[in-house]
């Protein structure tokens, strides 16, 4: 069964980088698909910000792309999220999900918080 | 960016009733190599991730109830509900995936009358 596991901190600072993790089980990154941060806003707006591929090339979404990296460390079967410079508006539920063009498998979720 | 434009926004049932969620996008999202639509439909429910229900328009996710029915082509798209049920009771949204990056609707909340 594959699962999908978000971490990391869930109050950052104005200015300072987001940074998350998404640890894969029962599926190896390297495989096929493509894995994809998306977060969900207070209000319930949902935006896609990126995806590393199998394959390692990335895609992220133009609203984002100066601020946003998305990297991995297949020894682990992780991927990470980094946002920088990062500001009240970016507080949101972020979630980290496996990708065909549909998100067929998504972690729980993890909030957080913007705010000093 | 593909716009997708989600109505309505709210909508309340009575548990038995059948109820429709349109969703429309800014351009076509119909692919003529396979011939398919590049369409999601997602349930959430509070305190829980995501989950698909339906993709390509109209291919329901394995395990998913028959009374969930995706439906249209090109730019305008719709989810059935038949004989909604109290655990139906969830936001839906609906996600474009024919040209990154990928947009979503802004959702349809589904309450009790």
């Known amino acids: 069964e594959i699962q999908l596991q978000e971490s990391g901190p869930g109050l950052v600072k104005p200015s300072q980088s987001l940074s998350l993790t998404c640890s894969v089980t029962?599926?190896?990154?390297?495989?096929?698909?493509?894995w994809s941060w998306i977060r969900k806003f207070p209000g319930n707006k949902m935006e896609w910000m990126g995806y590393i591929s199998y394959s390692g090339s990335t895609n992220y979404n133009p609203s984002l792309k100066s601020r946003i990296s998305i990297t991995r460390d297949t020894s682990k079967n992780q991927f990470f999220l980094q946002l920088n410079s990062v500001t009240t508006e970016d507080t949101a539920t972020y979630y980290c999900?496996?990708?065909?063009?549909?998100?067929?498998?998504w972690g729980q979720g993890t909030l957080v918080t913007v705010s000093s | 960016d593909i716009v997708m434009t989600q109505s309505p926004s709210s909508l309340a049932v009575s548990a038995g009733e059948t109820v429709t969620i349109n969703c429309k996008s800014s351009q076509s999202l119909f692919g003529s190599v396979r011939q398919k639509n590049y369409l999601a439909w997602y349930q959430q429910k509070p305190g829980q991730s995501p989950k698909l229900l339906i993709y390509l328009a109209s291919t329901r996710e394995s395990g998913v109830p028959d009374r969930f029915i995706g439906s249209g082509s090109g730019t305008d798209f719709t989810l059935t509900i038949s004989s909604v049920q109290a655990e139906d009771l969830a936001n839906y949204y609906c996600q474009q995936y024919y040209d990154t990056p990928y947009t979503f609707g802004a959702g349809t909340k589904l309450e009790l009358k």
């Open positions: 999900a496996r990708s065909g063009g549909a998100f067929a498998y």
């Open positions: 029962g599926y190896t990154i390297t495989s096929g698909y493509d």
